[in-house]
């Protein structure tokens, strides 16, 4: 199973677009510990029916929670202890996908030469790797606009996607 | 501890305040303490979400300095109108995903 690391900003997305148990039954979910703290402390846990659902998740084993050997590592962008613990986890694990929403996580992904995932990619990726249908797709990506705050060009490109995907499936039947 | 200071007012602005307060039997002293602590948090949340729209915070120091819990980040933005500081150049650069 293939495994990626996971800040907040991602957790609390595909939490909220319902993928959250589907992304962990594909992928080994790894998060550090300021992650947890940050998502389902216990507070949060009697707040957010989606930070008990990830507490669960955590609980059962289906999120690993692994601490960083070098939290203190300076990055020359500033981020808050779980962006920098979860970039880290993935530099340490040996460049792991990282999986965040947040802009300048991603600009430090970036500049570390580390690879992201942003969650509309991963339901288009999701659908692409058959794991889930169309119709669930196009409702993620569409929840990821109206709740996730996503920009309607960057939605308008996913469900783009999600269209070309199926069509492209339809012709690859028709040819054979 | 309330401590003293002095602030150089607007004659007009001053004079809009006092006639107000004296309207709704405002203390004057009172309700302008209501209004620096109501205007600098509303100041305060609209210049740290324009940091993090510019991709200058993140959205964990935006919550860490203004007391937000991350679940309730979305509907603060929602609130504002805003989006979320990821680009479309992310997108296009996001990963696929490796099985």
Excluded at chain 2, 1 to 15: F, S, Y
């Amino acid at each position: 199973m293939s495994q990626m690391v996971a800040d907040s900003s991602s957790l609390i997305l595909l939490a909220r677009c319902n993928l959250v148990e589907r992304v962990c039954d594909l992928f080994e979910v790894i998060v550090p510990p300021a992650v947890t703290s940050e998502v389902a402390s216990q507070r949060l846990v009697r707040e957010y029916s989606d930070a008990s659902l990830i507490s669960d998740l955590i609980s059962k084993g289906a999120i690993r929670t692994q601490s960083v050997a070098r939290a203190g590592f300076p990055l020359s962008i500033s981020l808050d202890q779980g962006e920098k613990e979860a970039l880290l986890l993935a530099i340490e694990l040996g460049k792991l996908q990282l999986a965040t929403d947040d802009g300048k996580a991603i600009k430090a992904a970036r500049f570390l030469g580390v690879p992201f995932a942003i969650t509309p990619k991963i339901v288009v990726e999701l659908h692409r790797l058959q794991r889930i249908s169309f119709k669930m797709a196009t409702e993620s990506s569409e929840m990821l606009g109206r709740i996730g705050r996503y920009s309607p060009e960057i939605i308008g490109d996913a469900l783009l996607s999600l269209v070309e995907q199926k069509n492209g499936k339809a012709d690859n039947r028709k040819d054979t | 501890m309330a401590k003293p200071t002095t602030v150089r007012i607007p004659d007009e602005l001053l004079n809009e305040i006092d006639q107000f307060a004296q309207e709704l039997e405002l203390d004057r002293s009172a309700y302008l303490i209501q209004v620096l602590q109501k205007g600098f948090s509303v100041d305060k949340q609209e210049r740290l979400l324009l940091k993090y729209v510019r991709g200058e915070l993140s959205q964990m120091e935006v919550c860490r300095k203004l007391n937000w819990t991350p679940w309730e980040f979305l509907s603060r933005l929602k609130e504002k109108n805003l989006y979320l500081n990821v680009t479309l150049e992310d997108w296009q650069d996001s990963a696929q995903l490796v099985q």
